[in-house]
Every structure is written in structure tokens, then in C-alpha cells.
T-cell receptor, first 116, second 112 residues
Framework: NAGVTQTPKFQVLKTGQSMTLQCAQDMNHNSMYWYRQDPGMGLRLIYYSASEGTTDKGEVPNGYNVSRLNKREFSLRLESAAPSQTSVYFC???????????????FGSGTQLSVL | RKEVEQDPGPFNVPEGATVAFNCTYSNSASQSFFWYRQDCRKEPKLLMSVYSSGNEDGRFTAQLNRASQYISLLIRDSKLSDSATYLCVVLRLGGSQGNLIFGKGTKLSVKP
């Protein structure tokens, strides 16, 4: 089982460039998420999608857009990258449309993004 | 005050030791609680959920104290492979994915 697959693993951008981070899950999960993790900070939610066709903002959505292309795929786009977006990005998925006590998030292996 | 607070550590312990981490949360409406484990440069993985009555999974015991608003993780007989960062995660009442709050993590290093 591949689980949650993210691409690319590493990326270096110049300020102002755009890029899309791809995420796909093969577990037939309903919900998908994008988080960023910065040194000294907890994981922070950027956007999430509770089901195909729906997306909602998380804690830090500014500068990002997302697309839930189908049930499997959830992409994150940086339209004009800024140095403040240098971070490690994690995609995650979960079975239900709502997190519960017994539900777990499955994370991808992460994308290390540097914006110069 | 941060919504979820953890001692960042590092906790340096010898193999076989017992170690405990605490995590405090500020929002009394918090509903569900979890411990995730994150190895260096890897993704977080669920270690265990935390139930109101406390729960155990092998060498790991999690407890919840709603009155004092903290959760704890106890690791007995530490192994070298337990070295990782342990993330405390809290779900606020309302239950939407947008309200899953991660702590910054506590780093554990188990030495031979």
C-alpha cells in the first residue's frame, strides 16, 4: 500500500515563482489536508477538504490555493512564492468527514520547500 | 497562552528508563486527544488516542486529566527506537478537521 504520496520531496523556488504540490491517497479516504511545519512551531493547517468537491480554509491559508481534483487527489498551489513560505509541507488524509476519537490521520512523507 | 503546550525537551534517558511527558491545553471545550510520533525528517504517525479513563498500549500509557486540562504519555522500559519527537494533538469541540491543534512536540533521545 502506498498510502499518501506527495511530490516533489524537495523544491527550491525563487521569490515570485509558482508551483503546485501534488498529493494522492489510495485508501479511499474522504478527508484530505495540507499542513505546514516550521521549526519551533506545531503543524499548522493550511487547507482541508472534507469530501470531493469541497475545500475549507485552515489556520494559515494566505498565499495558497487548493484543488480537490477527485477523491484521491488534493493539490496545493503557491501562486507567488515568498520566503515566508519556506517550510516542510505535509499532506494527510483520514477516513471520515469528521475527526473522531478513534480516527487517525495518515501523512505523506513531506515536501521540503525553500523560497529564496 | 498557547492552546496546546509541551515541554520541548530534549529528554535524554538511558535504555530501560521510564519517561513521562505532559501536555497542557487551554481550551476546556477540547474534545479528543492524541499522541503522534514523529521521527527526524519524517512524517507524524499516530501513536495512540487518549481516552478519558486512560489507556495502555504495550509499554505506552496515556492519561487524561480534564480538571487540570492536561494529558500525559508514559513510556516504560525505553528502547533506542523510541527516540523521536512526540506530538500532543487536541481536537476542539465541534469536531471539524479545522480544529485539530498540534503541539510543538517533545523530543526524546534514548541512549545506550
Amino acid at each position: 500500500n502506498a498510502g499518501v504520496t506527495q511530490t516533489p520531496k524537495f523544491q527550491v523556488l525563487k521569490t515570485g515563482q509558482s508551483m503546485t504540490l501534488q498529493c494522492a491517497q489510495d485508501m479511499n479516504h474522504n478527508s484530505m489536508y495540507w499542513y505546514r511545519q516550521d521549526p519551533g512551531m506545531g503543524l499548522r493547517l493550511i487547507y482541508y477538504s472534507a469530501s470531493e468537491g469541497t475545500t475549507d480554509k485552515g489556520e494559515v491559508p494566505n498565499g495558497y490555493n487548493v484543488s480537490r481534483l477527485n477523491k484521491r487527489e488534493f493539490s496545493l498551489r503557491l501562486e507567488s512564492a515568498a520566503p515566508s513560505q519556506t517550510s516542510v509541507y505535509f499532506c494527510a488524509s483520514s477516513q471520515g468527514v469528521q475527526i473522531s476519537t478513534n480516527e487517525k490521520l495518515f501523512f505523506g512523507s513531506g515536501t521540503q520547500l525553500s523560497v529564496l | 497562552r498557547k492552546e496546546v503546550e509541551q515541554d520541548p525537551g530534549p529528554f535524554n534517558v538511558p535504555e530501560g528508563a521510564t519517561v513521562a511527558f505532559n501536555c497542557t491545553y487551554s481550551n476546556s471545550a477540547s474534545q479528543s486527544f492524541f499522541w503522534y510520533r514523529q521521527d527526524c525528517r519524517k512524517e507524524p504517525k499516530l501513536l495512540m488516542s487518549v481516552y478519558s479513563s486512560g489507556n495502555e498500549d504495550g509499554r505506552f500509557t496515556a492519561q487524561l486529566n480534564r480538571a487540570s486540562q492536561y494529558i500525559s504519555l508514559l513510556i516504560r522500559d525505553s528502547k533506542l527506537s523510541d527516540s523521536a519527537t512526540y506530538l500532543c494533538v487536541v481536537l476542539r469541540l465541534g469536531g471539524s478537521q479545522g480544529n485539530l491543534i498540534f503541539g510543538k512536540g517533545t523530543k526524546l533521545s534514548v541512549k545506550p
